[in-house]
């Protein structure tokens, strides 16, 4: 089964920038969409970004100018890269992957979830 990890979460001061990162593991045959979403507290999980595998991006609209999201399909990673950031950012942020991968002498294709990252954004 393939794997989804996140990394780069924490503390951050109201203006300040983080970079999240998220590598796919397994034997990955292909990924398509990847993105990130969001859950603050008490709140639903919303998409915040997501790239294709050829680079076209989408971004919701409270982030557009300040957060992006660069892939390198080489290591099957997808980073967030989260800039002037404000305290209604803080959330848990998921990352998340359409791809095929295989299984013996299969292939099998489906979406994927990491475990999550908190960032707080706090002064």
């Known amino acids: 089964q393939p794997q989804l990890v996140e990394s780069g979460g924490g503390l951050v001061q109201p203006g300040g920038s983080l970079r999240l990162s998220c590598v796919a593991s397994?034997?990955?045959?292909?990924?398509?969409?990847m993105g990130w979403y969001r859950q603050a507290p008490g709140k639903q999980r919303e998409l915040v970004a997501t790239?294709?595998?050829?680079?076209?991006?989408n971004y919701v609209d409270s982030v557009k100018g300040r957060f992006t999201i660069p892939r390198d399909n080489t290591k099957n990673t997808v980073f967030l890269q989260m800039n002037s950031l404000k305290p209604e950012d803080t959330a848990v942020y998921y990352c998340?992957?359409?791809?095929?991968?295989?299984?013996?002498?299969?292939?099998?294709?489906?979406?994927?979830w990491g475990q999550g990252t908190a960032v707080t954004v706090s002064s």
């Open positions: 998340n992957a359409g791809l095929t991968y295989y299984s013996g002498s299969s292939s099998y294709s489906g979406e994927y």
């Open positions: 790239i294709t595998s050829g680079g076209s991006t």
């Open positions: 397994g034997r990955i045959f292909r990924i398509n969409r």
